[in-house]
């Protein structure tokens, strides 16, 4: 049993290029969520979904995209990578956004933009 | 705005009991997560609150007081693998969760 993937586990990337971080969990859930993680900052939301079909933005959503067109993938793209975006992404899923339903995390994606 | 307010960093001796506090202000309220994440990992579950009180679950208590904002995590027994950071996260009515930058906790043998 994976649970959640993530790919790339790192990257090296030019400004202005176009990326996708590829999110895959094999639990059936029906949410998920795309965060990044910053030195000194909580984890901050970008994009999430509530279930397959649907999506909504978080916290920090310019400069990203994301898509859900089955329950098990949940990709994010950023259309023209800038410096800022240097972080550590972390895709996530929980079987609902509500009640005690914790947020199972992959092991993220460790991006740097020059 | 939002926020959730935890200390940076705190040490604490092998075998003895510490305590992370966790303060909030949120647009509305619908639970109160604790996590761990160990360094260049990803966050892992430890407790959940909605009601005030406390939650054990072996070694590890949540306590949660909904009218103060406040909430602390109790850490006993410490051993070293508990050194991690401990972050807090707050499920708003967007039902979105708002998270802390998380306490650093050093354990020194």
């Known amino acids: 049993i994976a649970g959640i993937t993530q790919a790339p586990t790192s990257q090296i990337l030019a400004a202005g290029r176009r990326m996708t971080l590829r999110c895959t969990q094999d639990?059936?859930?029906?949410?998920m969520y795309w965060y990044r993680q910053d030195l000194g900052l909580g984890l901050r939301l970008i994009h999430y979904s509530n279930t397959a079909g649907t999506t909504g933005k978080g916290e920090v959503p310019d400069g990203y995209s994301v898509s859900r067109a089955n329950t098990d993938d949940f990709p994010l793209t950023l259309a023209s990578a800038v410096p800022s975006q240097t972080s550590v992404y972390f895709c996530?899923?929980?079987?609902?956004?509500?009640?005690?339903?914790?947020?199972?995390f992959g092991p993220g994606t460790r991006l740097t933009v020059l | 705005g939002q926020n959730i307010d935890q200390p940076t960093e705190m040490t604490a001796t092998e075998g003895a009991i510490v305590q992370i506090n966790c303060t909030y202000q949120?647009?509305?309220?619908?639970?109160l997560f604790w996590y761990q994440q160990h360094a260049g990992e990803a966050p892992t579950f430890l407790s959940y609150?909605?009601l005030d009180g406390l939650e054990e679950k072996g070694r590890f208590s949540s306590f949660l007081s909904r009218s103060k904002g406040y909430s602390y995590l109790l850490l006993k027994e410490l051993q070293m693998k508990d050194s991690a950071s401990y972050l807090c996260a707050v499920r708003d009515s967007n039902y979105q969760l708002i998270w802390g930058a998380g306490t650093k906790l050093i354990i020194k043998p």
């Open positions: 996530a899923s929980s079987d609902s956004m509500e009640g005690s339903n914790e947020q199972f």
């Open positions: 609150n909605v």
């Open positions: 639990m059936r859930h029906n949410a």
């Open positions: 949120t647009s509305g309220f619908n639970g």
